[in-house]
């Protein structure tokens, strides 16, 4: 048998060169996996509802050439919260307390399609699981909890080589919270374990990549993991407050805090500290340590805005149609397990909503109070360098926007990126792949301060040659994600490109995803902590990042309008939850949506998950764009609008289909003052990028475009 597997996953261009060293025994490995091995992965509750589902009655939604409505396909997501290590490690602690009907597979869902259900048969390696170049031993000495969530909490973990060899240690927090009667009478599920946060050996004394501070053996190292007591609690969506429906709570009683060697050994940890008489025979590696809370906590407000239920629709339940679904529960996991739905009808009122009729927009006309005339074609003598550092909300602002045309501002809206001559603002060049920027060196570069000459070596250089993500996530490090933003960020100064559709921070809800290497994990925490310091080290360049795609992007398999049905928990708890953590820790400056809708509205025209919980609840403020639009009649320019979009990326050629033209919109106030804000938001975030390198207030900014393009785009237009 083998002593040991190396998990290289995609290791981009360079990545093969560690893959050496680690061979030759010239590094010491210090990774851990980002999502659980099982045996069966076809097995997972997740799976039950995973692939191509269309409405029973498709033909009779959509009767438009090609699908243009993008709506025949629904996707139930029945597996609660319960997916990766919190599905396994959940049931594994159950089976071993003899609760929750755990180890009885009542429904084939064991490796083998038996009736038992035991975990050693069902997971090959856990999450977080990892060989060491070294043994160590790990003990808590502090946790300072501030239970609200208001502020970051603390943990110090004193880390001990214990072996022969110098190497690396990552240190990971998990908690185990209560999962008490009222949980199970009110429908609200917990995971027995979930990853807190994180640290790794020697990255206090490191400044940059090239640095390694290893542990040497019998020397101990005290470690700070910092956490968020937010990313424990748990969504009730029957939680009545203040007029509304909807918060998050932190029940009383006893939290275990543990580490070890992932998620598995963490559960061991909790085990013999509940149970000490009765688990004797459990190893873990690392420490456990037990907080009282006395009092439950209850989060209600978030940024000045009441937390509330703002997915409703993605509930499938709500809409009464001919099947029921329930959702999994460890109370009962053989009474729960999912059921595979295949027949669902379309309701007569979820029809229009996936015929992309938006339903509110004649309400929000109505109530619109705005003004009813505003002024372009000023001269104020605004240039876009004027702008930079001043406060959003400064009036050279409103000031700069009234120097230009509407169908500047159409323009900009629609992707039809130009030089916009009447406030010197130059054209943005943007470039997609989360394995760095997909463009070369020199590509945008010519005439600016990064102009590269065709005969340098480093000319023509490919940009797109980073590990993918999960190869990154499996670091577990804080400083190697900062520090490849930074180089990609280094990248675009150099490539000439200003905007970069990445990171994918969407959760590996299966092993089936078609884009886990564009993702980091099957954990929130992780994804979003991973998130954070990619966008602090690429945004410490200018460079304006687009993370995505929010939300509930699951499948490959019919993204593009597929209807995700889901419980506002598991949303929230789960996918979501990684985009709120970097949002958190970072000023993140722009955020993609999805393709997919979220219950039967396209993700980009959701008010509840872009208005409610986006902008409101996370105060978030950054640009916020489209995914590329594929039909003109599944996205909505006016519906994401009002969703506070910026950008409809790949729309250029949409403009007459949408009937959005200067000519047009000339009496539409609504969509004007839209703009106008969607325009402000855009130039806010571009002025201060790096955009403006090498731009001044005294700089001539033109286009530069070839005859032939300039005829194309006027065809567009017309």
């Not at 009813?372 to 700069?400: C, S, T, W």
């Not at 993500?469 to 499996?474: L, S």
């Not at 809800?509 to 993702?519: A, K, P, V």
């Not at 990326?649 to 804000?677: C, F, I």
Request: overall charge negative.
């Amino acid at each position: 048998p083998a002593h040991s597997i190396l998990w290289i996953g995609t290791p981009g261009c360079y990545g093969t060169y560690g893959i050496a060293q680690l061979l030759a025994g010239t590094a010491q490995p210090s990774g851990h996996l980002t999502d659980t091995y099982a045996v069966n992965t076809a097995k997972a509750p997740a799976v039950v509802n995973f692939g191509a589902y269309p409405f029973a009655n498709a033909s009779e939604i959509d009767t438009t050439p090609n699908n243009a409505l993008r709506s025949n396909w629904y996707l139930v997501e029945n597996e609660s919260i319960y997916i990766g290590y919190k599905y396994y490690e959940t049931r594994y602690y159950d089976a071993m307390l003899e609760q929750g009907n755990a180890s009885q597979a009542a429904h084939g869902e064991s490796f083998d399609g038996g009736d038992v259900w035991q975990y050693d048969s069902e997971v090959s390696y856990p999450f977080g699981y990892g060989l060491e170049g070294s043994t160590f031993e790990e003990k808590i000495l502090d946790l300072s909890i501030d239970w609200t969530g208001e502020t970051d909490s603390t943990a110090t973990v004193r880390v001990t080589n214990t072996g022969d060899t110098a190497a690396k240690h990552v240190v990971q927090l998990y908690v185990s919270v209560p999962y008490t009667d009222a949980d199970r009478a009110a429908g609200i599920e917990k995971s027995a374990i979930q990853l807190m946060g994180y640290a790794k050996t020697g990255e206090a004394s490191e400044t940059d990549f090239t640095q390694s501070v290893l542990l040497q053996p019998g020397e101990t190292e005290e470690v700070t993991i910092h956490f968020n007591a937010k990313d424990m609690m748990s969504y009730d969506a029957a939680l009545e407050h203040d007029g509304v429906t909807g918060g998050y709570r932190l029940a009383a009683g006893s939290y275990y805090f543990a580490t070890g060697n992932g998620a598995h050994e963490a559960v061991n940890a909790v085990l013999m500290a509940q149970y000490p008489d009765r688990f004797t025979d459990l190893t873990a590696s690392g420490d456990c340590r037990k907080e009282t809370l006395d009092q439950e906590v209850q989060k209600t407000e978030s940024n000045g805005t009441l937390i509330q239920n703002q997915l409703e629709q993605a509930d499938l339940n709500s809409w009464q149609t001919n099947v029921t679904v329930k959702q999994l529960s460890r109370s009962d996991w053989a009474a729960t397990w999912p059921q595979e739905i295949t027949d669902l009808t379309a309701t007569g009122e979820m029809i229009p909503l996936l015929r992309n009729v938006d339903v509110n927009e004649s309400i929000i006309r109505d109530e619109y109070d705005g003004p009813a005339k505003f002024a372009y074609h000023e001269r104020n003598g605004i240039v876009a360098a004027d702008l930079v550092g001043l406060d959003y909300d400064d009036p050279m602002y409103e000031q700069a926007i009234d120097q230009l045309s509407l169908q500047d501002l159409i323009d900009v809206y629609i992707a039809r990126s130009n030089v916009l001559s009447a406030i010197s603002l130059p054209k943005v060049n943007g470039a997609d792949s989360p394995s760095g920027i997909n463009s070369r060196f020199g590509a945008y570069t010519a005439g600016s301060i990064f102009e590269i000459d065709e005969t340098d070596p480093a000319y023509g250089y490919e940009t797109n040659v980073y590990t993918g993500e999960n190869i990154v996530a499996a670091t577990f490090s804080h400083l190697l994600p900062q520090e490849e933003g930074r180089l990609i960020g280094n990248d675009s100064l150099w490539t000439g490109v200003h905007t970069w559709n990445a990171p994918g921070v969407n959760i590996h809800r299966t092993q089936y995803n078609g884009r886990n290497e564009e993702y980091y994990s099957e954990d929130a925490v992780l994804n979003g902590t991973m998130a954070a310091n990619l966008i602090r080290g690429a945004q410490s360049k200018g460079l304006v990042v687009f993370m995505k795609h929010y939300a509930l992007n699951d499948q490959e398999t019919n993204r593009d309008g597929v209807a995700v049905f889901i419980s506002e928990q598991a949303a929230r708890e789960n996918d979501l939850r990684g985009f709120e953590i970097a949002i958190r820790n970072v000023e993140v400056s722009g955020i993609m949506t999805s393709f997919n809708r979220v219950g039967c509205t396209h993700t980009a025209a959701s008010t509840g998950l872009c208005n409610g919980i986006l902008r409101g609840e996370w105060g978030y403020q950054g640009r916020l764009i489209s995914d590329s639009v594929k039909s003109a009649q599944y996205f909505q320019p006016t519906e994401c609008l009002l969703t506070t979009h910026d950008l409809m990326l790949g729309a250029t050629a949409n403009g007459k289909a949408w009937n959005y033209t200067e000519e047009a919109l000339a009496s539409d106030a609504l969509v004007q003052n839209g703009l106008r804000e969607a325009f402000h938001k855009y130039l806010y975030v571009m002025v201060n990028s790096n955009l403006l390198n090498g731009i001044t207030a005294e700089t001539s900014v033109a286009n530069a475009l070839p005859w032939w393009q300039l005829v194309l785009y006027g065809g567009m237009a017309a």
